[in-house]
């Protein structure tokens, strides 16, 4: 019903995954990428990211926005244009 619903709105899903599954995913992929040091919060070494997904059909346009973590993007099909603004 939510996807019916997305599409004829054209809007987007966005999900974000059990924070266990962050947990137990996130310092891996870190550690393959060779950025273990960005898996895990300084100091305490606790986990830390968010694994998430967003689905959006095509023509969908976010508007300017900033995220408090850096991204990693699969892409799946498709294409996308990214815009980056000096920060």
């Known amino acids: 019903a939510a996807l ?3 599409q004829t709105r054209q809007a987007a899903l966005y ?3 059990p924070e266990a599954l962050e947990d137990l995913l996130v310092p891996g992929i870190c550690n ?3 950025a273990a040091f960005a ?3 300084p100091g305490d070494s606790r986990p830390r990211g ?3 997904t967003f689905v959006a059909q095509s023509g969908h346009v976010t508007g300017w926005h900033t995220d408090f973590q850096h991204n990693f993007t699969f892409q799946l099909r498709g294409s996308k244009r990214w ?3 000096k920060g």
Request: hydrophobic share 50%; proline share 0%.
């Open 15 to 17: 999900f974000r995954a």
């Open 4 to 6: 019916m619903l997305a």
């Open 50 to 52: 968010e694994i998430e």
């Open 32 to 34: 393959g990428l060779g």
């Open 83 to 85: 815009r980056v603004k």
């Open 39 to 41: 898996g895990l919060y």
